[in-house]
């Protein structure tokens, strides 16, 4: 009985041994057929220039961005017309404002006719990745490979844009997913926002400041609800008493907000978690040669430059290891212009950096910077010259890729810099403007921190 029992116990090592090799087989096929190998970028970094990889040609990309702030984060390609978006006063008034659900082949055409043909598409990262597994959602990559199979057709360039507005849903903004949240800060999920020093010394940086706080206050049952839920920014009454209409800096610097970015960006296990998010989407992309770049945080609200560097270049390595000729963004606090031209012109442009990442950047052959403008400096023209300042110096080309004013759009095009207005469409139907429909059930995307103003007939002269 004891010789019976080895020869069972081998004959069925060996059945699981062979059946856990079929599966491993069959998982590497998987993979490969929904990742594919990596093909050349449709553009691509040539020095301070983007290039067209087929001619070597340079071209000023310009077009807008498409970005789906809440679930289910990127829009559809069907349907035959292209994105109208109606918001003003009056629907608002009445819940009856209208949005757009796609981008397709018609959004293309027309996109065209206005001379553009680029766009900024959010990959959120709460959408992509929203539990802790080491892939992205299949849901969300199934509508990815559908938009960028358009953009292929079409000859459209995506950058990537992990968008994001004031860190994380947990802090009432968006972007970071729960699961990361709560790693990184465990004992704040479902409390009251506050802000700590040195950031409650500026004003306009005191969350208690932030219009609609009030709605809560110190109410502790209300901040509560919904605690931990991966939708939290849209269903609890507090964050959505902050979140409705602009987009506060008040927000983002917030304990919650700045113990995840230094989570987020410090060496440890979370910015092995961010570069993890990067590196399964650059794989995902990997056979879409019109995804040419990854901008990899939208205004990052940290002012450790040294640091928030060090990760950006880790996770470009890391992009770079799966897509060779992918471009990635390199950015300073909230991607702003914040470096002036004279700064940069001393010296100044490696300030708070290490030398061998400073070195690495003017050495890469897939950085560009990546900035926005929005009044600071107070003139666009001004924030042109300190970012071309930063181009000279570390062999680089910039790029606007978020903007509201005509005179961001003219002085970068002026200079041949490509740029991408914010935005196509608001792409979301959430609150009192779209009849406060029970979210996220029954609603598309998030009308929160800056979500208004889409429009797809954008025109500068």
Known sequence: MQQDSKIYERVHFKMELRIAFRAVFALGLCTSQVAGEAVARAVRVSGRDFVLTSTNARITMSGPNVVVKGPPYIPSVSGTTYCNDVVNDECTKTGTCKTCYTFNEADVQHMKTMGWDTIRLGVAWAGAQPRDDDALDPDFVERLHALLNLTDRTGIHVILDNHGDMVGGAGCGNGVPMWFQQKAAPELIGKQLTTGFPYNLVPSLEVTKVGG?????????????????????????CCKALNAGGNPPGLGYTTIAQKTMDYMINPGPGRDAFVRYWTLMATAVASHPSAFAAELMNEPMTINRKQAYNTWRATAEAINSVIPDMAVSMCDTGEGAIIPAWVSAIGGDGLDLDKDTEDWIINSNTAFYAWHWYGFPTDAANAVKSVMEISEKWNLPTFATEFGSCDAWVAARDANISHTYWH?????????AFGNKPAPADTFGACILGWAGGNSNYTCK
């Open 213 to 237: 706080y009030n709605e809560c206050g110190d109410n502790a049952t209300m901040w509560a609800q919904h605690a931990g839920d991966a939708n939290y920014n849209l269903i609890n009454d």
């Open 424 to 432: 196509y469409s608001s792409y979301c139907d959430t609150g009192a």
